[in-house]
């Protein structure tokens, strides 16, 4: 059975960070090809980031430089790393194994004074 749970999430502060994480189960995350999304309200979803099998990793362009996606293979998880975080970061994030329909169900992030 295939499982993707996001955790990490929450308020915080402009300039603050968060750590978010996806633990996965029923395959390795380390074989595939896995990606953070994010959804603000009213907006369309978005790729934030990607993490190739071989570790090669993507960035939005209104992300690089402040989020870091990684890759824990001993625990099968799949983090994001959000630094300098702003208040247009707002949204929830999801975790998702590409080219397949799976989908976590998402952690809100909200970022604000």
């Known amino acids: 059975q295939v499982q993707l749970v996001e955790s990490g999430g929450g308020l915080v502060q402009p300039g603050g960070s968060l750590r978010l994480s996806c633990a996965a189960s029923?395959?390795?995350?380390?074989?595939?090809?896995m990606g953070w999304y994010r959804q603000a309200p009213g907006k369309e979803r978005e790729l934030v980031a990607t993490?190739?099998?071989?570790?090669?990793?993507k960035y939005a362009d209104s992300v690089k430089g402040r989020f870091t996606i990684s890759r824990d293979n001993a625990k099968n998880t799949v983090n994001l790393q959000m630094n300098s975080l702003k208040p247009e970061d707002t949204a929830v994030y999801y975790c998702?194994?590409?080219?397949?329909?799976?989908w976590g169900q998402g952690t809100q992030v909200t970022v604000s004074s």
């Open positions: 029923g395959f390795n995350v380390g074989f595939n090809l």
């Open positions: 993490i190739t099998a071989g570790g090669r990793t």
């Open positions: 998702h194994r590409e080219n397949s329909i799976w």
